[in-house]
């Protein structure tokens, strides 16, 4: 044993104080890594719902694909086969605008012959 019962009691009580810093600072420490930790479970329960979410549009893109993959399509014209009925039809009107001009001149010459009847 030691000389000075006064002084292992000091020596005592330092180690005891020692140890209560230390407890202390490991309690902050072990606060900080359990904020740490809620921190990081909090992000990841973020990052887990995106993910989720993005899986859910990913698979209602690929439902949407497979179903316009099921639409059938209607056969694409050639397009000088359009531009083939679109003169068609311009012959056509060209043609009735001729014929309403001809209707429009013999309805002149009869409203004439006919004026030229009265007068007689």
Same mark, same amino acid.
């Given at each position: 044993?030691?000389?000075?019962?006064?002084?292992?009691?000091?020596?005592?009580?330092?180690?005891?104080? $020692?140890?209560?810093? &230390?407890?202390?600072? !490991?309690?902050?420490? *072990?606060?900080? =890594? @359990? %904020?740490?930790?809620?921190? #990081?479970?909090? $992000?990841?329960?973020? &990052?887990?719902?995106? !993910?989720?979410?993005? *899986?859910?549009? =990913? @698979? %209602?893109?690929?439902?949407? #694909?497979?179903?316009?993959?099921?639409? &059938?399509?209607?056969?694409?014209?050639?397009?000088?086969?359009?531009? @083939?009925?679109?003169?068609?039809?311009?012959?056509?009107?060209?043609?009735?605008?001729?014929?309403?001009?001809?209707?429009?001149?013999?309805?002149?010459?009869?409203?004439?012959?006919?004026?030229?009847?009265?007068?007689?």
């Amino acid at each position: 044993f030691r000389d000075d019962p006064s002084q292992v009691i000091e020596e005592i009580n330092h180690k005891i104080r $020692q140890l209560r810093e &230390e407890s202390s600072i !490991q309690r902050q420490n *072990k606060s900080g =890594l @359990e %904020n740490e930790v809620k921190d #990081i479970r909090s $992000q990841y329960n973020t &990052e887990k719902k995106k !993910q989720q979410a993005i *899986k859910r549009k =990913l @698979e %209602n893109v690929r439902n949407r #694909i497979i179903e316009l993959d099921n639409v &059938e399509e209607a056969p694409l014209q050639d397009v000088s086969a359009m531009q @083939e009925e679109l003169q068609q039809y311009g012959d056509q009107i060209q043609k009735i605008n001729e014929e309403k001009e001809q209707l429009a001149e013999k309805e002149e010459t009869l409203k004439q012959e006919h004026e030229e009847a009265n007068r007689r």
